[in-house]
């Protein structure tokens, strides 16, 4: 197919994975309907300022740090949450700068991530089956028929929480939310435990203090406070499974070709829906906005090379984003591979590390999580197949909370299984923590700067 036999319903024509069986069409119909009528949530500037953004990310002159809840629900609208998400991704932003020399494009699962795909489309319980929970968007978590239904009303809900959302993060963004003069206030304390090796955390702590150092000379030089310099960026992500929604804020903009999804700057496919004459792929072939693709370790050079000519066929800087996501065990063989196959093919896409989805395992008690030390050596992985092939990782991407939350084990923090009884807050899938986090950020660091 052309871009000529596209539009933004093309995608009814396809097979479509994780789609919702409504129970009234009808309902979904008229809150399509309206969603489309509404105002959208994005700009066509914004997302053209990231893809360009991007497609430095691809050459190596900036680096992507994507990050945010696994599935947000519409409960975590709310100031301190929505705060702590925006502080752990500009904190982390700020030492992988420091650390990696090079301005970090921030982008956050957040303001529309309320849809999640499900290894089975139902669930049983004590003999009782019902649809699985696929967020927020559309149905409740709790197992009972009237939680499960899908609701079309929650296309509704999902597009008014996602502008709250968004509102009051340009809101703190315009405001200089984050005191960045103080790093040493971080809240560090993994530092101290004991459980790094002291090479590593003086090299820590040596970034920490480098940038107090830096933001000092900055203002000195500039006489203006660093708020005051210039606007932190921050755009948005949320994969795009749920097309009725996704395409009804596709739209046309005045002077510009072609279509935009105007719900976030980056939408992404998932594992489960990237098959190629899938509707999800069709979808996302006509739309201007960077995409992403996540990657799983089957995927092979020849299924990978044909969704970037579907997805891609003009090589435009900035636009594709591999999502990789194999798995510490996996990712030397699976790698190297998709690499000499994009290096062959002369495309230079945005290679991204997503150590989380690969990594989980099922506690005795029956409980997901994922293990930190296992994320850690598959950056660490990545980072050294992309150096050994003359390749550029361009970012990473996790799933992780501002929250003292206990739901992946390990790190410095030394969070155990028996922890996660009473620190896991996540509706579906595992994130890291605070602490967690930051670590993460000053490992990947370190991991970079290498020779």
């Known amino acids: ?24 069409p009808a309902a979904l119909a008229a809150a399509v309907q309206r969603l489309h009528s509404l105002p959208p949530l994005v700009t066509s500037w914004e997302i053209e300022r990231l893809r360009q953004r991007l497609a430095e990310a691809a050459l190596g002159k900036r680096f992507l740090l994507q990050g945010g809840d696994c599935a947000e629900t519409f409960d975590s609208c709310a100031p301190d949450q929505i705060t702590n998400k925006l502080k752990i991704l500009l904190q982390m932003s700020l030492v992988l700068s420091q650390g990696i020399g090079k301005p970090i494009i921030r982008v956050g699962r957040f303001a529309g991530q309320y849809a999640k795909p499900r290894t089975s489309l139902t669930e049983t319980i004590g003999g009782e089956t019902l649809p699985s929970y696929f967020g927020d968007l559309v149905n409740s978590p709790g197992f009972t028929p009237e939680a ?22 340009r809101a703190l963004m315009s405001g200089g939310f984050a005191d960045l003069h103080h790093p040493e206030y971080w809240d560090l304390a993994f530092l101290e435990r004991g459980n790094l090796a002291p090479a590593i955390r003086d090299a820590y702590l040596a970034i920490r203090g480098s940038i107090a150092s830096s933001i000092d000379f900055i203002e000195r030089i500039c006489e203006t406070p660093i708020n005051e310099l210039h606007r932190v960026e921050f755009y948005t992500s949320h994969e795009g499974l749920h097309l009725p929604y996704e395409s009804a804020l596709t739209r046309r903009v005045p002077r510009r070709e072609g279509h935009y999804n105007l719900g976030c700057h980056l939408p992404w496919i998932g594992e489960r829906t990237r098959q190629a004459d899938g509707a999800h792929i069709e979808y996302f072939r006509g739309i201007r906005n960077p995409l992403g693709v996540k990657i799983g370790p089957k995927a092979t050079p020849d299924e990978l090379l044909r969704l970037a000519d579907t997805l ?17 065990g996996k990712v030397e063989a699976a790698l190297p591979p998709l690499l000499e196959a994009m290096r062959a093919s002369g495309r230079r896409p945005v290679w991204v590390c997503d150590p989380m989805h690969g990594n989980t395992i099922t506690t ?3 409980r997901k999580t994922r293990p930190f030390e296992s994320i850690a050596r598959e950056v660490q992985l990545t980072i050294d197949l992309h150096r050994a092939a003359g390749s550029v990782l361009g970012g990473v991407h996790f799933e992780l909370t501002g929250d003292k939350v206990a739901e992946c084990i390990g790190g410095a923090s030394q969070v155990t299984e028996a922890d996660l009884a009473s620190g896991y807050e996540s509706p579906t899938d595992p994130r890291l923590n605070y602490e967690q986090s930051m670590e993460l950020a000053f490992a990947i660091s370190e991991r970079m700067n290498r020779g």
Do not use: V
């Not at 499960?148 to 993060?169: E, K």
């Not at 435009?316 to 990789?324: A, F, K, S, T």
């Open 1 to 24: 197919m052309t871009a000529e036999d596209w539009s933004p319903t093309s995608w009814l024509g396809k097979p479509a994975e994780q789609s919702i069986d409504y129970p009234d």
């Open 148 to 169: 499960r239904r899908p609701d079309p009303q929650r296309l509704l809900d999902g597009y008014a929480h996602a502008s709250m959302t968004l509102n009051f993060i």
């Open 312 to 328: 891609d066929p003009g090589a435009e800087p900035g636009r594709l984003l591999l999502i990789c996501r194999f798995g510490a």
């Open 364 to 366: 005795a008690s029956g």
